[in-house]
């Protein structure tokens, strides 16, 4: 896998760990340039850091324990990152480097000027008033044993079902407990904003991060439709800060405006959440999104690990302290699926070709059933749902399979190419494993025909309310094609699966393809798609799209007007 680096300071971090792993344990390290080869035998296996010709890599063959660091910290398993280390010059460091030439009023001036501010404050908020609660002590476990530097601050508010909520600050002092605020309702998304615009007036940094951590779900749930986005309070009365409602961006915006313009990075440590909807809810409020498209183990990601890279390395940004948090989830467990950071400020880019893309979908009607096979064979995401049900599918991969399926035009070649370049400037990097072969980082509301379509998602207060999409999404999913053989209230569960070409029935989950048929096919009993020209099953019958009704009568096809 190659993983594309916007920065050089997450590569120089790990070289600089990996050298002082070769240093401390009795191998050989000569000072790193572009041709440097650094191997040591370190407890379970090498550690490398090879240059010379072609792409310089770091690898790690047996997962070290460096300077008493956990080995999940820092086990790259298989990702190759590729590096590029420049030469280091002697010539370029003069004798006296260090020393101090300015004048003494130059440094009394020095002195009297404030002192500067932190790199970083991050901020966590922490809801595991649920059934997540052991997992969110665990977590905060994670953070208290991380490496620390005065650079770096994290304020976290955790609740659980085990007691009342706490607000904690940990940094190089150690552990303080600023706060106990009782029984709070973590789904209310004024806690939220109050909990951000607090923590940003009582430790002002350089950069701010903000993580939220608990359940999530795209923008939807089945109960009640369309309100849930993310942090169920068990103990709480909103259930959830809602995306399709704006909560999401009412908290959030007021805390990117104290912090002086955007967050520099917005994280979501839960399920489902990297999705174009979400992108464009929050899109205003920070630089970077970190998520998921995929669910989330309940450990969620590895905080001691990359807190303590970044006490080690205060000056990364947000892409590489994103980057970081991904490869680190990524290498220690493999269900950890997915995690992929996104500029937010391509989003509008990928709005706009979304929007168009829906547009000349929406022109053609009696496409509809070739867009359906395409929106089958898509990447999708939560095996809550069947792959045929499933409605988060991944967008890059959705462009590609219309161009497979669908009768190449201009306009449509046109549309699934500009959401390309679009997400390829918008998707800094994507990390997925091999269970999730097309996972490209951002997923799409795109749901099948006849399936529930949830009416928050064209409320106008929905963020993406404006973009075409959502008219073509709702008109696809209602929509009935001469070419499909019944409608979605027509089906049922446990009855057998009775109606399947162009319509989902629960009992035929483990058919074959079996929707829209082809132009050569009829939708025959128990909802198969079968070759007209070969024998038929007695009693099977379509209407097509020339107004022509098929009907199997004694083993033969005969055609008669549609009634």
Known sequence: MQLRTHTMVLTRLLVTLLATACSGQGGSCPNIDSDTTCTTPLPGGDVRVDGGDGED??????????????????????????????SIDAADVSADSTTDHSSDEDQLADSEQPPELPSWTLMVYMNGDNNLSEDALADLDEITAALWTDQIRVVVLVDTLFGGAEELSLGADGLELLDTLG??????????????????????????????????????????????????????????????????TAALQPIADASGGPLDLLGFDMC????????????????????????????????????????????????????LIAILYYTEDPDNATLAAIALDGIPAVTDALGTLGQVLLADPGLFPEIEQARQK??????????????????????????????????????????????????????????????????????????????????????????????????????????????????????????????????????????????????????????????????????????????????????????
């Not at 904003?193 to 923008?219: K, S």
């Not at 970077?288 to 970044?310: I, K």
């Not at 792959?387 to 201009?410: G, V």
């Open 57 to 86: 890599t770091l690898s790690d063959s047996g997962g070290t324990d460096l300077e008493g660091l956990d080995q999940s910290l820092v086990d790259l398993g298989p990702v190759d990152i590729p590096l590029d280390i420049p």
């Open 183 to 248: 029984e709070i309702d973590m789904s209310d998304w004024t806690v939220l904003r109050d909990f951000g615009l607090r923590t940003i007036e009582a430790m002002p940094a350089q950069r701010y991060a903000l993580f939220l951590w608990d359940h999530g779900d795209g923008w939807t749930k089945p109960s009640p439709p369309g309100q849930k986005g993310l942090s169920n309070d068990d103990h709480g009365v909103f259930q959830e800060i809602s995306v399709a409602a704006g909560e999401l």
């Open 272 to 323: 489902l959440m990297g999705m174009w909807e979400v992108a464009v809810a929050v899109e205003g409020t920070a630089q970077v999104m970190l998520a998921s498209q995929e669910t989330e183990p309940a450990d969620g990601w590895n905080y001691a690990g990359f807190l303590s890279f970044l006490s080690s390395e205060p000056g990364m940004d947000a892409a590489a302290l994103a980057e």
């Open 378 to 563: 898509t990447q999708w995401f939560d095996d809550d749902y069947t792959k045929k049900s499933c409605p988060n599918r991944d967008l890059r991969d959705l462009a590609d399979h219309l161009d497979a399926k669908l009768s190449p035009s201009p306009a449509l070649q046109a549309a699934t190419s500009a959401v390309r370049d679009a997400l390829d400037a918008a998707v800094l990097f994507s990390l997925a494993q091999t269970t999730h072969p097309d996972a490209h980082g951002l997923s799409v509301h795109f749901p099948g025909h006849d399936r529930y379509f949830p009416p928050t998602y064209l409320d106008e207060v929905a963020p993406w309310s404006a973009c075409p999409w959502t008219a073509f999404i709702d008109a696809f999913s209602t929509a009935i094609s001469p070419s499909w053989t019944c409608s979605g209230s027509y089906f049922g569960t446990d009855d057998g699966c009775d109606c399947g070409c162009g319509s989902w029935d629960p009992d035929c989950a483990e058919d074959p393809d079996i929707y829209g048929c082809g132009d050569d096919e009829l939708c025959v009993p128990p909802g198969l798609c079968q070759d007209q020209e070969g024998p038929c099953q007695e009693g099977a019958a379509q209407c097509s799209g020339d107004n022509t009704l098929a009907s199997c009568l004694e083993g033969e096809w005969t055609l008669t007007p549609c009634i």
